[in-house]
């Protein structure tokens, strides 16, 4: 072993072990937000998380979580250290990369390296090592129970492996470390798809080797043999033979009459018969070429079976299922992510396209009296001539977002956009803000950690922004040396190997911009997707790796002593990683905070018990999966996702016993809820039963396919309608006042039928589910929704719910003008005082980002808002004065500033006699948003949200100090909420 090698080995674990001690600080402790809950609960229990899955991951993950030795709170703590470790190992593998290439470049054996040669070259690959490995998004996905650190480590081993490739000489081994790439790349599609996006690049890396002398046409038609490669494993391989032995299976079962899965046998033994002759036939020819290829798939095959987990688990039915793909035709479906929207690609409607016919398009099959029986068609939308356009890149349709493409790109209401405005949009907004964004965040610096927050230049120094935006810890200002660095080693690489960079360009673009393509990102996504481009940030990282030697190279000729000469290239490249760790270490340390947790085990906690809980998105289902699943937290609860409900496969699972929580109550047959029976409810008045129709009879007749409540689609099938904007349900008084679930003071108003308005908008089937759930639970187990789910989702039954804590509670007593439902003041005081944890949020130590600042805040604000207001209202103001304390306790301004909510305890404190508590607390919200409103005006007037929840909360304070006759304090900030008014021209010169 030669001295230089010895040190780039010893480096190279001291990066890798530096890494991996960064992200074991600052690595959350339990389950984080969004889809980590999910996959630590998956990977405990080996479940079937969201399409397409990640079974690799789980497996590594369920492996780790034996280390808790059985204590189930330290499970998540161990699925965390699959991301913290693979990601170290992301670094320790870059780092050698770039060792090897910058050795490359300078065309020296590793005997022929002077001193100074091997410290630059060992230095380069710690600078662009650890400037990926403390970069935002990297960082970031390294601290949590997500795919993405995994994912990384496989493009990194890959990368790294082609390289190496690369260098070896002798045939035989060089073909070993082909099939190497190809387990590897087999593998990475058992933890994400993302991995796959570089095989083009590297067939160029392929071509190089084998053609010294490349040719543009042949590097063209390299390029395109890695395309083909990518959509033979992407498309033929991944969903393409599990969908052939789906074909093989459908032919064996329903035209010859065998069993269930003699198909499947029939296609596997044939495939691998076929494949094996072909490996054998290839190595007695002797065609190496072919024989490498076909072993190479093989590999690729070996690493995908991991696969085989989710069809396995999948047949034992566990709580988390999702998409039920226990057969090779439901696998196909979860693999294709057909639960998903599609979007366009190359060629399509635009989002003002209107369908004017379906046709049947793909058979959906499911199993029946031995046989796969067609249940329904995936559908196929005719567009009106001319709808259909080249590069659709603006096609959304849902709610809000026709609105938003019409902002960004200037188009009339009704306005059909052309190639000019897809390109405006393509450019602006997904290229622009959902990826360069991204790049110069983690280059450049980040304005803030806040949704949308743009980039920080050089010269903006934090006294330039409000506090709110300078005292956020997501606020890192790089002064753009990360980006000049990078720059200046993808010039040093342009002088010393342009193949070279051509197919780390390549990689750069595909994992980048040619994400941004594929993906055709709406205009509205429900997080930040950094994450998604990780990749592109670590090609950039090699070119600051590169850009160390770029420095040695401008100081060569300024510097004559090569040492003096080294030790500043040295501490110039290395000054990049560590302004970005120094800026970086307080919005990435995630140490000591566990909200995610509380804030699920404080939903069930706000129900009583055997309870049915209605939920919507990501962050208020996958923390309560993971606390039910993993902790065994309230299993007596069935939470039930409000996005799932009108799927086939989820209802069948609420037929079932899930953990404590017995089956559901449901009167409509399976086949009213299979795929295709009743996705869609017309609203369309039929005037017998204007005035109101009963909820049973209403579902009876929608078992019965009654055609007096049916009309046609465009389709030709027949579908139930929603009769009457008004519903009715009978309800045994005498046995609900015996339950004792109604407040005392309610009784009076308890009586043997409900009766509420639904509206007159169409239903879908989520909404027939959750009627039908209603109607025929009959007051047996306690209903809840969500109050994260926001008034859209509860039927129009606001004045049946009582609030609890973070539900509500369906009752059958109403409270007229209830728009937002009532308070038990009883109930939900010993839920918010005694049930509930809000750990670590008043610690300035801890960070919590916008995330938790956001939701998880804004529901505890709010309920205990609600709570205070009703105590006062009840001439309770001891314990009213008690909830207000504690919501200012454990939710204080420091920590978690002030926002659009707290404003309302101002007035709460005025009347529980707290003047200076309010008066404070009303001049720390005022002040901020007067330094946010006049930041906001001198730099353009954007931000229209922000203006609006200033200006609101100027104007509350305002409402507030004349109310409690504050007059100076109402002065004070009346000048200021007018001032505000003026300059945004919103001052109408009233009172």
């Given at each position: 072993?030669?001295?230089?090698?010895?040190?780039?080995?010893?480096?190279?674990?001291?990066?890798?072990?530096?890494?991996?001690?960064?992200?074991?600080?600052?690595?959350?402790?339990?389950?984080?937000?969004?889809?980590?809950?999910?996959?630590?609960?998956?990977?405990?229990?080996?479940?079937?998380?969201?399409?397409?899955?990640?079974?690799?991951?789980?497996?590594?993950?369920?492996?780790?979580?034996?280390?808790?030795?059985?204590?189930?709170?330290?499970?998540?703590?161990?699925?965390?250290?699959?991301?913290?470790?693979?990601?170290?190992?992301?670094?320790?593998?870059?780092?050698?990369?770039?060792?090897?290439?910058?050795?490359?470049?300078?065309?020296?054996?590793?005997?022929?390296?002077?001193?100074?040669?091997?410290?630059?070259?060992?230095?380069?690959?710690?600078?662009?090592?650890?400037?990926?490995?403390?970069?935002?998004?990297?960082?970031?996905?390294?601290?949590?129970?997500?795919?993405?650190?995994?994912?990384?480590?496989?493009?990194?081993?890959?990368?790294?492996?082609?390289?190496?490739?690369?260098?070896?000489?002798?045939?035989?081994?060089a073909n070993r470390w082909l099939i190497l790439i190809a387990y590897l790349i087999g593998i990475s599609i058992g933890v994400h798809l993302l991995n796959l996006v570089t095989i083009p690049a590297l067939a160029l890396a392929y071509y190089f080797k084998k053609f010294p002398k490349p040719t543009i046409l042949g590097r063209a038609t390299a390029f395109c043999c890695g395309l083909v490669v990518l959509v033979i494993i992407n498309s033929g391989i991944i969903p393409g033979l599990p969908d052939l032995a789906g074909k093989f299976e459908i032919f064996f079962v329903n035209t010859l009459?065998?069993?269930?899965?003699?198909?499947?046998?029939?296609?596997?033994?044939?495939?691998?018969?076929?494949?094996?002759?072909?490996?054998?036939?290839?190595?007695?020819?002797?065609?190496?070429?072919?024989?490498?290829?076909?072993?190479?798939?093989?590999?690729?095959?070996?690493?995908?079976?991991?696969?085989?987990?989710?069809?396995?688990?999948?047949?034992?039915?566990?709580?988390?299922?999702?998409?039920?793909?226990?057969?090779?035709?439901?696998?196909?479906?979860?693999?294709?992510?057909?639960?998903?929207?599609?979007?366009?690609?190359?060629?399509?409607?635009?989002?003002?396209?209107?369908?004017?016919?379906?046709?049947?398009?793909?058979?959906?099959?499911?199993?029946?009296?031995?046989?796969?029986?067609?249940?329904?068609?995936?559908?196929?939308?005719?567009?009106?001539?001319?709808?259909?356009?080249?590069?659709?890149?603006?096609?959304?349709?849902?709610?809000?977002?026709?609105?938003?493409?019409?902002?960004?790109?200037?188009?009339?209401?009704?306005?059909?956009?052309?190639?000019?405005?897809?390109?405006?949009?393509?450019?602006?907004?997904?290229?622009?803000?959902?990826?360069?964004?991204?790049?110069?965040?983690?280059?450049?610096?980040?304005?803030?950690?806040?949704?949308?927050?743009?980039?920080?230049?050089?010269?903006?120094?934090?006294?330039?922004?409000?506090?709110?935006?300078?005292?956020?810890?997501?606020?890192?200002?790089?002064?753009?040396?990360?980006?000049?660095?990078?720059?200046?080693?993808?010039?040093?690489?342009?002088?010393?190997?342009?193949?070279?960079?051509?197919?780390?360009?390549?990689?750069?673009?595909?994992?980048?911009?040619?994400?941004?393509?594929?993906?055709?990102?709406?205009?509205?996504?429900?997080?930040?997707?950094?994450?998604?481009?990780?990749?592109?940030?670590?090609?950039?990282?090699?070119?600051?790796?590169?850009?160390?030697?770029?420095?040695?190279?401008?100081?060569?000729?300024?510097?004559?002593?090569?040492?003096?000469?080294?030790?500043?290239?040295?501490?110039?490249?290395?000054?990049?990683?560590?302004?970005?760790?120094?800026?970086?270490?307080?919005?990435?340390?995630?140490?000591?905070?566990?909200?995610?947790?509380?804030?699920?085990?404080?939903?069930?906690?706000?129900?009583?018990?055997?309870?049915?809980?209605?939920?919507?998105?990501?962050?208020?289902?996958?923390?309560?999966?993971?606390?039910?699943?993993?902790?065994?937290?309230?299993?007596?609860?069935?939470?039930?996702?409000?996005?799932?409900?009108?799927?086939?496969?989820?209802?069948?699972?609420?037929?079932?016993?899930?953990?404590?929580?017995?089956?559901?109550?449901?009167?409509?047959?399976?086949?009213?809820?299979?795929?295709?029976?009743?996705?869609?409810?017309?609203?369309?008045?039929?005037?017998?039963?204007?005035?109101?129709?009963?909820?049973?009879?209403?579902?009876?007749?929608?078992?019965?396919?009654?055609?007096?409540?049916?009309?046609?689609?465009?389709?030709?099938?027949?579908?139930?309608?929603?009769?009457?904007?008004?519903?009715?349900?009978?309800?045994?008084?005498?046995?609900?006042?015996?339950?004792?679930?109604?407040?005392?003071?309610?009784?009076?108003?308890?009586?043997?039928?409900?009766?509420?308005?639904?509206?007159?908008?169409?239903?879908?089937?989520?909404?027939?589910?959750?009627?039908?759930?209603?109607?025929?639970?009959?007051?047996?187990?306690?209903?809840?929704?969500?109050?994260?789910?926001?008034?859209?989702?509860?039927?129009?039954?606001?004045?049946?719910?009582?609030?609890?804590?973070?539900?509500?509670?369906?009752?059958?007593?109403?409270?007229?003008?209830?728009?937002?439902?009532?308070?038990?003041?009883?109930?939900?005081?010993?839920?918010?005082?005694?049930?509930?944890?809000?750990?670590?949020?008043?610690?300035?130590?801890?960070?919590?980002?916008?995330?938790?600042?956001?939701?998880?805040?804004?529901?505890?604000?709010?309920?205990?808002?609600?709570?205070?207001?009703?105590?006062?209202?009840?001439?309770?103001?001891?314990?009213?004065?008690?909830?207000?304390?504690?919501?200012?306790?454990?939710?204080?301004?420091?920590?978690?500033?002030?926002?659009?909510?707290?404003?309302?305890?101002?007035?709460?404190?005025?009347?529980?006699?707290?003047?200076?508590?309010?008066?404070?607390?009303?001049?720390?919200?005022?002040?901020?948003?007067?330094?946010?409103?006049?930041?906001?005006?001198?730099?353009?007037?954007?931000?229209?949200?922000?203006?609006?929840?200033?200006?609101?909360?100027?104007?509350?304070?305002?409402?507030?100090?004349?109310?409690?006759?504050?007059?100076?304090?109402?002065?004070?900030?009346?000048?200021?909420?007018?001032?505000?008014?003026?300059?945004?021209?919103?001052?109408?010169?009233?009172?």
């Amino acid at each position: 072993m030669t001295l230089f090698k010895k040190w780039n080995n010893i480096t190279g674990w001291a990066v890798f072990s530096t890494a991996f001690i960064t992200y074991l600080l600052t690595m959350e402790r339990t389950a984080s937000f969004w889809d980590c809950g999910e996959f630590i609960a998956a990977a405990f229990k080996l479940q079937v998380p969201h399409p397409p899955g990640a079974p690799f991951f789980l497996l590594v993950g369920r492996l780790f979580s034996m280390l808790a030795f059985g204590d189930v709170t330290r499970v998540a703590y161990w699925v965390n250290m699959v991301s913290v470790l693979s990601s170290a190992f992301t670094i320790l593998f870059l780092f050698w990369t770039i060792t090897l290439l910058v050795r490359k470049f300078l065309s020296k054996t590793e005997q022929q390296l002077s001193k100074s040669d091997a410290v630059l070259v060992i230095f380069s690959g710690v600078t662009g090592a650890l400037a990926y490995a403390w970069s935002d998004s990297f960082w970031f996905s390294a601290a949590e129970a997500e795919v993405y650190g995994l994912s990384s480590f496989f493009t990194a081993i890959v990368i790294w492996a082609v390289f190496k490739w690369e260098q070896t000489t002798e045939p035989a081994t060089a073909n070993r470390w082909l099939i190497l790439i190809a387990y590897l790349i087999g593998i990475s599609i058992g933890v994400h798809l993302l991995n796959l996006v570089t095989i083009p690049a590297l067939a160029l890396a392929y071509y190089f080797k084998k053609f010294p002398k490349p040719t543009i046409l042949g590097r063209a038609t390299a390029f395109c043999c890695g395309l083909v490669v990518l959509v033979i494993i992407n498309s033929g391989i991944i969903p393409g033979l599990p969908d052939l032995a789906g074909k093989f299976e459908i032919f064996f079962v329903n035209t010859l009459g065998l069993p269930y899965n003699f198909g499947i046998v029939s296609f596997i033994i044939l495939f691998l018969g076929t494949l094996s002759w072909a490996i054998r036939y290839a190595h007695k020819k002797e065609m190496v070429l072919l024989n490498t290829a076909l072993l190479s798939l093989v590999f690729v095959l070996i690493g995908y079976s991991s696969y085989v987990m989710v069809l396995v688990r999948s047949e034992y039915n566990p709580p988390i299922n999702e998409n039920n793909p226990s057969d090779v035709l439901r696998f196909v479906s979860y693999l294709k992510r057909e639960q998903y929207e599609s979007r366009p690609l190359l060629y399509g409607p635009s989002f003002t396209s209107k369908p004017i016919s379906q046709e049947r398009g793909a058979p959906v099959y499911r199993k029946k009296d031995g046989k796969y029986v067609i249940i329904d068609y995936r559908p196929v939308y005719s567009y009106e001539p001319g709808s259909n356009i080249l590069f659709p890149r603006m096609y959304s349709s849902q709610p809000g977002h026709p609105q938003l493409y019409q902002q960004m790109t200037g188009l009339a209401e009704g306005q059909k956009p052309t190639m000019k405005h897809n390109l405006t949009y393509m450019f602006g907004h997904q290229i622009g803000h959902m990826y360069w964004r991204y790049f110069l965040w983690n280059f450049v610096g980040r304005e803030s950690d806040e949704e949308g927050a743009g980039t920080v230049l050089p010269w903006q120094v934090s006294s330039q922004f409000p506090s709110s935006i300078a005292k956020n810890r997501g606020h890192n200002n790089f002064f753009m040396m990360p980006l000049l660095l990078g720059i200046a080693g993808l010039f040093w690489m342009y002088r010393k190997h342009r193949d070279d960079l051509l197919v780390l360009g390549l990689m750069f673009v595909l994992t980048g911009v040619g994400l941004v393509i594929y993906l055709n990102s709406p205009p509205a996504e429900p997080r930040e997707r950094d994450y998604i481009y990780v990749g592109s940030f670590y090609i950039f990282c090699i070119w600051i790796g590169f850009g160390g030697m770029a420095i040695a190279g401008f100081f060569q000729k300024a510097i004559q002593t090569a040492r003096l000469r080294t030790a500043l290239a040295v501490a110039a490249g290395l000054s990049v990683p560590v302004i970005m760790l120094a800026k970086g270490w307080d919005n990435h340390d995630r140490s000591n905070r566990y909200h995610s947790v509380d804030f699920a085990r404080n939903l069930l906690n706000s129900c009583a018990p055997n309870a049915i809980l209605f939920t919507g998105g990501d962050n208020d289902t996958f923390p309560l999966w993971y606390l039910q699943e993993v902790e065994g937290v309230r299993t007596d609860v069935r939470v039930c996702v409000q996005t799932f409900l009108g799927i086939d496969w989820y209802i069948e699972q609420l037929k079932r016993k899930t953990n404590k929580s017995e089956a559901l109550p449901l009167s409509l047959d399976m086949d009213d809820y299979a795929t295709g029976k009743n996705e869609f409810v017309p609203f369309y008045e039929i005037p017998a039963v204007k005035n109101g129709i009963n909820l049973k009879e209403y579902l009876d007749l929608i078992n019965q396919e009654n055609k007096a409540i049916q009309v046609p689609l465009t389709s030709g099938d027949m579908t139930s309608i929603l009769p009457s904007s008004t519903l009715f349900l009978p309800v045994d008084a005498q046995k609900v006042k015996s339950m004792n679930i109604v407040k005392h003071e309610l009784l009076p108003a308890l009586t043997d039928s409900m009766s509420w308005n639904i509206g007159t908008k169409d239903l879908y089937k989520s909404d027939l589910v959750m009627l039908d759930i209603i109607a025929t639970n009959n007051w047996k187990r306690p209903v809840y929704f969500s109050s994260t789910m926001g008034a859209t989702h509860n039927l129009g039954l606001q004045e049946y719910m009582q609030l609890e804590g973070y539900t509500y509670r369906l009752l059958p007593v109403r409270v007229q003008g209830a728009s937002d439902g009532y308070v038990n003041s009883e109930i939900m005081y010993d839920n918010m005082m005694k049930k509930m944890k809000w750990r670590s949020l008043n610690n300035p130590e801890v960070y919590h980002d916008d995330t938790y600042r956001g939701s998880p805040v804004a529901t505890a604000r709010i309920s205990f808002l609600r709570l205070a207001g009703q105590l006062i209202a009840e001439n309770n103001l001891k314990k009213a004065k008690e909830v207000v304390n504690k919501a200012m306790t454990v939710m204080p301004d420091d920590t978690i500033p002030f926002d659009q909510f707290s404003v309302g305890f101002v007035g709460m404190l005025f009347d529980l006699g707290e003047n200076k508590k309010a008066l404070d607390s009303a001049r720390t919200m005022a002040l901020r948003s007067d330094e946010n409103l006049s930041w906001i005006k001198k730099n353009g007037g954007v931000r229209n949200r922000d203006v609006n929840v200033d200006l609101y909360m100027l104007q509350t304070i305002v409402q507030e100090c004349k109310r409690a006759k504050q007059d100076a304090a109402a002065q004070q900030y009346d000048a200021i909420f007018r001032k505000h008014l003026l300059a945004f021209n919103m001052y109408s010169g009233g009172n």
